[in-house]
């Protein structure tokens, strides 16, 4: 019974770590895209200030939390962002094919929620599967008499 619980605790960290991961870079790679793209010294010398202690102490697996802020970054287009996270990677000892194979899930998983964006509202709801099938009334025979 244990080994159920140890599962359920590193799932948990592991959905913490992708959602914190998720926000993080949010911010980040807006902040550290504009820096790059505008490419003026007056704005890379200046701190950045924003807060990531998560990176520092993730719930789960340093090296998870790094390879989920590399996909977040992959996905948002950051590229000073996408190359701290795989120096960060592979320093940790994934290799490029790990890191391919994670930049992949994450475009398909863009893809995906991009595709389900664009669903019309009013049919969103015929593509959720119900939760308990309702029975479906049976016909009556008809009454001889």
Not at 7 to 30: F, S
Request: glycine share 6%; hydrophobic share 45%.
């Amino acid at each position: 019974m244990l080994h159920w619980f140890a599962l359920l605790a590193w799932v948990t960290a592991v959905v913490e770590d992708a959602t914190a991961a998720a926000a993080l870079m949010g911010m980040n790679n807006v902040y550290y895209r504009f820096r790059h793209l505008i490419g003026r010294d007056v704005y890379s010398e200046k701190p950045a200030r924003l807060r990531m202690n998560r990176i520092a102490k993730p719930a789960g697996s340093k090296i998870d939390f790094e390879l989920f802020c590399l996909a977040v970054s992959a996905i948002n287009g950051c590229q000073s962002c996408m190359k701290a996270h795989e120096k960060a990677v592979l320093a940790g000892g994934l290799t490029e094919d790990q890191v391919h194979d994670a930049v992949r899930i994450a475009a398909v998983v863009q893809g995906a929620a991009v595709a389900l964006d664009l669903i019309p509202a009013h049919l969103a709801g015929h593509l959720q599967p119900h939760p308990h099938p309702q029975p479906q009334p049976q016909p009556q025979p008809l009454d001889p008499r």
